[in-house]
């Protein structure tokens, strides 16, 4: 008969032994599944673009001179040869005392050389009557027989010679004139009596105000930006991207334009600039980014209240496809010794039996939230989400909660 205590003995071994065999027995893995399912597909390029005008006109001053106030506002509608805005000619400086003296010293001065030269004028006239009298006298005196042929010569040539000196006198009295008149415009211009016709600067296309840059009267030079004018109904879309997403964002395709403060709007691809250019990001790296000018569909950017310089995210659609098996990017991940790169390589843990087991994938592309699935899954398939580190093919799963697809 065994005794009592070898039958404790063994009873409490056993019950040792099944406890250590349950503390050391693998336990099943927490996770969270999700199940394949078939519906539409989108990938998209998403970056910040900002709204400006297809066509923006800068109107300058043709002429340097003095801008009358411009009445003109932002968002005032002028139509094509409208006035926007007046220019006179600049006045002069004003005169001090001794300047103004001076100047009246000098039209006194320009005047009496007026004098003199209408003097001379005169005098010159006189000789020259008195020498075509002479050749008359002597031509009459030749044809008698009383003077040499020679004195009439000399007759003659000093009666040219009076001419051309009466010439020169006339000559320096307009001379004289035109000093005055200029004395006498000074004068005028300092004492604030100069005018000028007025200069129309007239709209070269019709549209809205966009900003007024001179509104005040103010003396301008030429080439003065005045204002701005633009249509707001023909607004366009600049958006910076990288070039290796430039690369897919071809010419026509569908764009989707929201967080601006309103509804999202669509829109087309338009022109990708043929040239990249380097932009410093915030975290300091220098990118090479490409500028893609995206056209607005439609007319109800502007019903909307889009308006120019609005910063918007543009969403531009690289894939889009219907009826195509997807499951949550978050269960996707490289296999072991494979990259990942370009969609190949790629595997998940799918749940079957209460196990997980590592499936290879074929992947058609993804989006920051779904990854289209080419082969390699069932419609209805469990997938692991967010896989644990420590999950390993053929381990023992336990579903703690099923994340809803999106």
């Given amino acids: ?14 019950a040792l032994a099944a406890a250590l065999a349950w503390a050391l027995a693998p336990r099943p893995v927490a996770v969270e599944t999700a199940a394949a399912a078939s519906g539409r597909f989108e990938s998209a390029i998403e970056e910040d673009g900002k709204t400006r005008l297809v066509d923006q006109y800068l109107v300058s001053a ?7 106030r411009i009445a003109l506002r932002e968002g005032d509608q002028v139509a094509a040869g409208a006035v926007v805005a007046q220019l006179r000619p600049a006045r002069a400086p004003l005169l001090d005392e001794r300047t103004r003296r001076q100047q009246q010293a000098r039209l006194a001065a320009a005047e009496a050389q007026v004098g003199a030269a209408g003097a001379a004028l005169e005098r010159a006239g006189i000789v020259l009557r008195q020498a075509q009298r002479d050749v008359l006298r002597t031509e009459q005196l030749g044809r008698a027989g009383f003077v040499a042929a020679s ?26 004139l035109h000093e005055a008149e200029q ?22 296309v019709g549209g809205r105000v966009l900003r007024v840059i001179q509104a005040s009267e103010a003396v301008v030079a030429l080439g003065a930006p005045l204002l701005e004018l633009g249509d707001p109904d023909r607004l366009e879309v600049v958006a910076d991207l990288l070039t290796a997403d430039a690369v897919l964002a071809r010419p026509g395709t569908p764009v989707r334009i929201d967080r601006w403060g309103g509804p999202p709007l669509d829109g087309r691809v338009r022109r990708v600039e043929p040239a990249a250019f ?10 090479q980014r490409v500028r893609v000018l ?17 910063r918007v995210n543009v969403r531009i659609v690289t894939t889009s496809l219907e009826n195509v098996r997807k499951v949550p990017v978050s ?11 370009d969609n190949a390589g790629m595997g998940a843990y799918l749940v079957r039996d209460g196990r997980a087991h ?10 920051e939230a779904e990854a289209w699935v080419r082969d390699g899954l069932a419609e209805g398939a469990q997938v692991i989400v967010y896989p644990p580190a420590q999950l390993r093919d053929g381990a023992r799963v336990q579903v703690r909660e099923v994340a809803r697809p999106r």
Avoid: C, W
């Avoid at 008969?1 to 071994?13: C, E, G, L, N, Q």
């Avoid at 040539?157 to 010439?167: F, G, T």
């Avoid at 269960?331 to 790169?341: D, E, I, N, Y």
């Fill in 331 to 341: 269960a996707v991940f490289p296999l072991p010794g494979k990259s990942g790169a």
């Fill in 278 to 287: 380097t932009k410093v990001s915030a975290l300091g790296v220098e990118e």
């Fill in 151 to 176: 004195r009439l010569d000399s007759e003659r040539l000093a009666a040219q010679a009076a001419q051309q000196e009466r010439d020169s006198a006339a000559a320096q009295r307009r001379i004289a």
């Fill in 294 to 310: 995206i056209d607005l569909a439609g007319a109800g950017a502007r019903g909307a209240g889009l308006g120019v310089a609005y």
């Fill in 62 to 68: 043709p002429l340097a001179g003095e801008l009358a």
């Fill in 183 to 204: 004395a006498r415009a000074a004068l005028d211009a300092g004492a604030g009596r100069d005018g000028g016709a007025v200069h129309p600067v007239r709209a070269p």
């Fill in 1 to 14: 008969m065994i005794p009592r205590r070898h039958i404790v003995t063994a009873a409490t071994a056993a």
């Fill in 358 to 367: 590592l499936t290879p994938l074929r992947l058609g592309g993804r989006n």
